[in-house]
Every structure is written in C-alpha cells, then in structure tokens.
C-alpha cells in the first residue's frame, strides 16, 4: 500500500522535496484538482469582475464531477467554453491514466511526470501574437505536434522544423542571452547598474547609479 503524492518542490540545500496528497493537473487554460472539491474558481490573477462572473459561469457548464476542482488560469481568460472544455477534458483523461497507472504499480514508483519543457512552453506561451514556432529536431518537432494535436489546438500549423547548418540557438545567440540571466550584476543603460544576490533566506537588490548620480 501507498499514497500517492505529488511533488511540490524538488530538493534544495539540505531540505528535502516538499509533498502534497492534493493532486492538481495543469493544462493550459485549467488546473484540474482530483481529489478536492473546495477551492476551485478562477485564478488570483483575473481581477475584473465581469470575468470573474463570466468564467464562474463557465466553470458550471463543465459540469465537474463531485469531490473535484477547476481553476480557470488566466490564459483561459478570454477563451469560449468549447477550448476550456477541450483542456478540461484533456486533463480528464491524464487523470484516468494515472489512477490506471496507480492501481498496476507497486509503491515507491514514478506514475506520472509533466510535460517536457517543449510541451510546457507550448501550453503556457502560445499567444495570439505568435505566428511561428521553430523547433529543432525532427523527433521533438514530431512530438510537439502530436501534442498539438491530442490538446485540440488550431495553431499546429505555425509549428515549423529548423533544419539550418548552424545550430538555432547559436544563430540567434539564446545561449549568450541564457548566460546574461545568471550574472550578478545588470547593466543598464543609464550607466548604473543592479547586482542581484541571492542567499537562502532572501535575494539582495543592490542598486548602483554609477555615473548617472
């Protein structure tokens, strides 16, 4: 016998992972939550209460089943019942997989584990003012579409194979933007300059004029 558990925080330092028995799947536009039936609504986020009445509205039309959860994300904002209804049940069927997953498997095993960072970026990031995506990779490339796919989503045609001699991230230098996120200090275009420094209790915010005094 065991619990299943998901995982909240992975292990920092000398603390272990942080766990939680309340299981929530999130999809793009909801967090489905299984095994609660309080707590649901609409994000923190979504601060106009017309859209807080629209989406509490739409959230009854899903007709959720009793002791389970949905949130609406703030993605799912200004999307119609049929796309939230689309992502709902997407989670739906995660959630079948891993309580048929659950009941096979011995404890400690790994039932399931989220969406690569391909997937995740595609769930979370794709906006309307995107109108390509290039993903380097023939088995990768596949594999988002078939994500695009499974989700419903009319934009997998903006999904496009980079095929370039020079590796994509180099020709657009991302590796170089990457580095610039883990250095302490950020120059700005003032003169000054802020130097970021984090310890475990708190991350230090040092603002420098320099020679814009």
Known sequence: NGWLVQIVKEERGTKGASLTTYIALAGRYCVFMPNTDKGGGVSRRISSFSERKRIRDVIRQLETHSGTSVIIRTAGVEQDLESIKKDYDYL??????????TLESSAPALIYEESDIVKR??????????????????????SAKRFMEVIGSSQVDMLKEYNGKIPLFQKYKIEEKLDELYEPEIKLSSGGSIVLTPTEALVSIDVNSGKAT
């Open 92 to 101: 739906l069927s995660v959630w079948d997989v891993i309580r048929k997953q």
């Open 121 to 142: 970026s595609l769930r979370d990031m794709l906006k309307g003012d995107v109108s390509e995506v290039y993903i380097e990779g023939t088995e990768t490339f596949n």
